[in-house]
């Protein structure tokens, strides 16, 4: 499975972007895709997930109410809608995906792509 993130950029802080991932190559054997994203100097943290169903999400406490995450699977494609951005939420942000549905952990997902730099400024 091959991911390929997109949409990244500058956005002054109360902005807003949209990240997308097009996924390609047996996403048929993966249940869940995902946002993570990692901060420099910080781990790498869950964001948001939603099972290629639609059916379940998750979000981190910290996005709740400002990131909507969302997948097409007949295309095959990510995304994720962020809204009142914060300069905390600037961070390398990377999608992912799982043979497993909704995985609490880094460790849990199967696939990643390269990261997208998004950078919220005050």
């Known amino acids: 499975v091959q991911l390929q993130a997109s949409g990244g950029g500058l956005v002054q802080a109360g902005g807003s972007l949209r990240l997308s991932c097009a996924a390609s190559g047996g996403t048929s054997s993966t249940l869940t895709i995902g946002w993570f994203r990692q901060g420099a100097g910080k781990e790498r943290e869950s964001v948001a997930a939603?099972?290629?169903?639609?059916?379940?999400?998750y979000y981190a406490e910290s996005v709740k109410g400002r990131f909507t995450v969302s997948a097409d699977a007949a295309k095959n494609t990510l995304l994720l809608q962020m809204n009142s951005l914060k300069p905390e939420d600037s961070a390398v942000y990377y999608c992912?995906?799982?043979?497993?549905?909704?995985?609490?952990?880094?460790?849990?997902?199967?696939?990643w792509g390269q990261g997208t730099l998004v950078t919220v400024s005050s």
């Open positions: 992912a995906a799982s043979r497993r549905i909704l995985p609490s952990t880094v460790q849990g997902y199967d696939y």
């Open positions: 939603i099972t290629w169903s639609g059916r379940r999400t």
